[in-house]
DNA sequence: AGCGCTTACGTAAGCGCTTACGTACCCTAG
DNA sequence: CTAGGGTACGTAAGCGCTTACGTAAGCGCT
C-alpha cells in the first residue's frame, strides 16, 4: 500500500532550492550570512513543499524550544482560565505552543508539575497564583528556578514575589484598601472579611489593604472580623455560615475573590439576608460573570487576560539582572451588591 | 564560572550502571530482553541521577512523543475549561503534557490551530467544541485528520461526530428533550429558545430534543419560538431582548447552554421579569456556578471533567477502525429557575 | 601584485535518544 | 559432542535539525 508522501524535511529544501542544508537553516532562521536573493528562493521553496521545520530536532539540536509551560492552580476557575486565555492569546500570535498543568492548589504537587515542565525542556515557564508560606517548598522553587535560568530558562509569575523572577502583580493592597474604604464611605461599621487560606501571599495583601484603610480611619472606624476559608465558592460559603453565626451584627462581607463572593452571595440569599439591604457584599477580581449576577457583584477589577499577555510578554523579553515587577493597575467596580449601611 | 552540572543524559545512567546504552534505554522503557536484575539497577542508577529523558530526544528517535494538544474554542468558557480540566488531570497521571490552543469560536482558524498541531508532531490531539457545518473547512479538517491517523496519529473528538474519528457524544438530543419535557410538565405553552450559533451541530442537536418533545405532545402543544444568537452569556441577553420584544406571551425560555441562561437571567432581571413567577428558565451543561446564581439554574447536568478524561481514554486506547462513540449520559437537575407557568 | 578582511556558502560534527542487527553465551535435542 | 535456537546484551546507524569551522570569491589598500 503505497504510503501517503512523508512532511518533507529541510533536506527537501535544500536539495530544490539547490543549497546547502546549513544555508537552508540559516535562511529560514532568518539568521544571516546568506543574500537575500538565496534566501528569497528558500523561502519559497519551503512554503512551495509547505514545510514545517520539526520541532524535536530543531529543540535537540539546541534551537530554542518553542513551547511555553503555564502553571495555575485550577483550569475551570474563572481568575485561572481568564489568565490562561491571555497567555494562550498571546502565545499564538507569536507562535508558540502553550502546555497547561493545575496544581490542584496544592504547593508540593505544583513543584512537581514545574520540575516535570523543567525536565521536558520547556523553554519559557509561567507561574500563576499565589505563593503559599511553606518556606520549604518555597525555598526549593526559587533555587530550581534559579538553575533553570542559568541554563537560559525563562519564567515569569503572575501574582507571586518571592521566587525571584519577573513577576505580573496585581495590586492586592490598593485594591483591599479600595473595597474598604468604599464599605465604610458607605456607614458601614461592622466588616467581616471572608479569606482565603491563610498560607497565600494574595491573601495576606489583600487583607493588608483592607485592614490599612480601615486603621487609616481612625482608631474606632470599624470592627473587622477575618474569616479564614479558601478561594472557591464552597470556601464562600462556609465563611459566610461563620460570619452569621459568629458576627451576627455585620453589615458587610468583603470577600477576597469573586469565586468566595459568589458562595457568599447564594448562600446569603438561602439565608433570606437581603442584598444590599441588610448586608453588602464585595468581591475582588471581576471575574466575567460577576456583572452578571444577582445583585451584581462590587468588585476590584483587574485586568486578568491582559496580566497572562504581560506575563508571556515579560518571560519573552531577555532577562535582567534583578527581577522586574510589573503592577497591573486596577479598578474598583460599584454594582448593585453594595449600598449604604443598614440604620439599626 | 563553574556552570552548574548538567542534567544527567542516558549515557550518565548506562556508564553508573555498567551498561550499554542500548540496555538502558530498553530497561527504563520497559522493553524485555533485559534480564531483571540489570534492568533494576539501571532504574536505581536513573533514580538516584534524577535522570529524566529528553523528550526532544525520545521523539526525534522515533519514540512516542508524550504530548496531547487540546483544541477548545475558549478556555475562559467554563464549559470547555471544566472538559480541559478533566483532560489535564488525567494527563497528569499519565505523564503527559497537554498543549492548549483556542480557536476562538472561528472554524478556519480551528483548521489552523490543528495543522499547526499537527506540524509539531503532538502526538495526540483533542478537539473539543461543536462542530460547525461550514462543509469546506470540516471536510478539510476531517481528511487531513485522516492523514493525521495514517501515520500513527491519535485523534478524539468531544461533542462533534462529523469528524471521522473516536468521539465522546454528550446527550443533546435527549437533554433537549427531557428540559422541553419539564416546561410542558409545568404547563408551559410558549416557549421561547435562546440558540447559539445556527451552524453549530450542538444546537441543531438540542433544539431537535427540544422540538420533537413538543411535537410528540400533540400537534398544539405548545409554541416554540426560536432565536439564534451565540453561545456566551452576552448573546443570552441578546436573544432575551428579541424574545421580549417578538414573543411578549412567552413563559419560558430554553436556553441552549449554561453561558447563555445566565445571560438570560441577568437580561430577565434588569428589564425586572421575576424567575420563575412570570418566567421560567432552563440552560443546558450545568456549568458549576449554575447552583450559585439566583435563582439557581434547571439545568441538563453532563458530565464535563468526565468527558474530558473519556476523551483521553479513548485517544490513549488502540485505535479501532470504525470511529467509536461515547454517550455521556445527562441528567435534569431542577432548581429555582423553573416554576408553573403563570395563570394568565 | 600581494596582503588581509569581509561576505556567502558548504562540510561535518554533534544534540540525546531508539532500535535493527550482530554476537556471545547457555540450554536442549539428536 | 554438535547443531539449532533462545536469551541478554553491545554496536552503530540514524531521527532532522543547528552551528562551529573551513573555504573560496570579491573587495580595497599599499
Redesign the interface.
Known amino acids: 500500500m503505497p504510503?501517503?508522501s512523508?512532511?518533507p524535511r529541510l533536506v527537501d529544501v535544500a536539495e530544490h532550492a539547490a543549497v546547502s542544508l546549513a544555508t537552508a537553516s540559516r535562511a529560514l532562521a532568518g539568521r544571516d550570512g546568506v543574500s537575500a536573493e538565496v534566501a528569497d528562493r528558500i523561502r519559497q521553496v519551503a512554503r512551495e513543499l509547505g514545510y514545517?521545520a520539526?520541532?524535536?530536532?530543531r529543540?535537540?539540536a539546541g534551537g530554542a524550544?518553542?513551547?511555553v509551560g503555564l502553571i495555575v492552580h485550577?483550569?475551570?476557575d474563572?481568575y485561572f482560565?481568564?489568565i490562561?486565555?491571555g497567555v494562550?492569546?498571546l502565545a499564538?500570535e507569536q507562535g508558540l505552543?502553550?502546555?497547561?498543568?493545575?496544581s490542584g492548589r496544592n504547593p508540593g504537587y505544583e513543584l512537581q508539575?514545574l520540575r516535570?515542565?523543567m525536565?521536558?525542556?520547556v523553554g519559557i515557564i509561567l507561574i500563576s497564583g499565589s505563593g503559599y508560606d511553606d518556606p520549604r517548598v518555597e525555598a526549593e522553587a526559587r533555587a530550581e528556578l534559579a538553575?533553570f535560568q542559568?541554563?537560559g530558562g525563562r519564567v515569569a509569575a503572575i501574582g507571586r514575589h518571592a521566587l525571584g523572577v519577573d513577576a505580573v502583580l496585581p495590586d492586592n493592597e490598593s485594591g483591599g484598601f479600595a473595597l474598604a474604604q468604599h464599605l465604610m464611605d458607605l456607614g458601614h461599621r461592622r466588616i467581616a472579611v471572608a479569606a482565603g487560606s491563610a498560607g497565600l501571599t494574595t491573601v495576606a495583601d489583600r487583607l493588608a489593604g483592607v485592614s490599612s484603610a480601615v486603621r487609616l480611619r481612625g482608631p474606632h472606624a470599624a470592627d473587622l472580623a477575618v474569616v479564614h476559608s479558601d478561594f472557591t465558592?464552597g470556601g464562600g460559603r462556609a465563611a459566610t455560615e461563620q460570619i452569621l453565626n459568629e458576627h451576627p451584627d455585620t453589615t458587610a462581607i468583603v470577600a477576597l475573590n469573586d469565586a468566595m463572593a459568589?458562595?457568599v452571595?447564594?448562600t446569603l440569599?438561602s439565608r433570606r439576608v437581603p442584598v444590599p439591604a441588610r448586608m453588602s457584599v464585595v468581591g475582588f477580581d471581576d471575574v466575567?460573570?460577576a456583572?452578571?449576577?444577582?445583585?451584581?457583584l462590587t468588585t476590584i477589577r483587574l485586568p486578568m487576560?491582559e496580566m497572562g499577555r504581560t506575563a508571556l510578554t515579560l518571560a519573552l523579553k531577555p532577562r535582567s539582572t534583578r527581577p522586574r515587577r510589573r503592577p497591573t493597575g486596577h479598578l474598583l467596580v460599584v454594582r448593585d451588591s453594595t449600598g449604604p449601611a443598614p440604620t439599626t
Open positions: 504510503r501517503a512523508k512532511r514545517v520539526n520541532p524535536y530536532a529543540t535537540l524550544s518553542s513551547t485550577q483550569v475551570d474563572p482560565s481568564e490562561a486565555a494562550i492569546q499564538a505552543l502553550v502546555q497547561i498543568c493545575q508539575q516535570h515542565l525536565a521536558q525542556r538553575a542559568e541554563h465558592r459568589i458562595g452571595l447564594s440569599r466575567s460573570v456583572a452578571d449576577l444577582a445583585p451584581s487576560t
